[in-house]
């Protein structure tokens, strides 16, 4: 039997050697902090577009358009600006160009009105954690950090005790550029007996 719902995130992947990168800063800094270390098994390294609830009779069609798109754009140069501290999270911000603008765009266009309506309960239950203007874009399109709220970034280290963040920062040079060469749809639903199951599939843009 089909389910009710699933969860859809879309996000973009960058090419092996940033995910290999990202997986050593990790694995020095788990050597002096304690840190959440990336399960290797995932693609860790990436930067979120749209995350949203989706009646599941939707996903087939969901995965043909992110296929369509995926066709429709070239690899991706991001351009780092600064390391950002946000709670648990340290992450590298990058210039937000038109092309991932647009990319974000396209995807909201084609894939918002696939919801019917449906929303996250981590939105609507956590009200007090988002910006008037997040839940804004909650209720026009399901999440919160798109448009003028979106920015593209990719999460490095995950730590377990943010006492550690001002010597972690210390610890951190970044200065590369980032090339985007594929897009991820993760799905994740339950099966028949409750049980969480996730996929993922990964689409290539197109050589330039």
Same mark, same amino acid.
């Given at each position: 039997m089909? #389910?009710? *719902? &699933?969860?859809?995130? +879309?996000?973009?992947i960058p090419e092996e050697k940033i995910e290999n990168l &990202? =997986? *050593?800063? @990790?694995?020095? =800094? $788990?050597e002096k902090?304690? +840190?959440? *270390? !990336?399960?290797? #098994? *995932?693609? /860790?390294?990436?930067? $979120? =577009? /749209?995350?949203? @609830?989706? !009646? $599941?009779h939707n996903r087939l069609l969901i995965e043909n358009i992110i296929e369509d798109i995926s066709k429709s754009f070239s690899n991706i140069e991001l351009v780092p600006e600064y390391i950002n501290s946000k709670s648990r999270f340290i992450s590298i911000v990058f210039h937000k160009t038109e092309i991932i603008e647009n990319l974000q765009n396209k995807i909201i266009e084609m894939l918002n009105p696939l919801r019917e309506g449906l929303l996250q309960s981590e939105y609507t239950e956590k009200t007090e954690s988002y910006s008037e203007k997040e839940l804004f874009l909650v209720k026009m399109y399901g999440y919160p950090f798109c448009k003028e709220e979106f920015t593209p970034h990719m999460t490095l280290v995950e730590l377990n005790d943010i006492e550690d963040t001002s010597s972690i920062l210390k610890e951190i040079v970044w200065n590369k550029n980032v090339s985007i060469d594929k897009i991820s749809m993760r799905i994740i639903s339950k099966n028949e007996i409750g049980e969480k199951v996730v996929k993922t599939i990964l689409f290539k843009l197109k050589s330039i």
């Open positions: 089909e #389910n009710e *719902k &699933v969860f859809i995130s +879309i996000t973009l &990202v =997986l *050593k800063i @990790n694995e020095d =800094l $788990s902090f304690s +840190i959440n *270390k !990336p399960d290797s #098994n *995932k693609e /860790y390294a990436h930067i $979120s =577009l /749209y995350n949203a @609830n989706f !009646p $599941s």
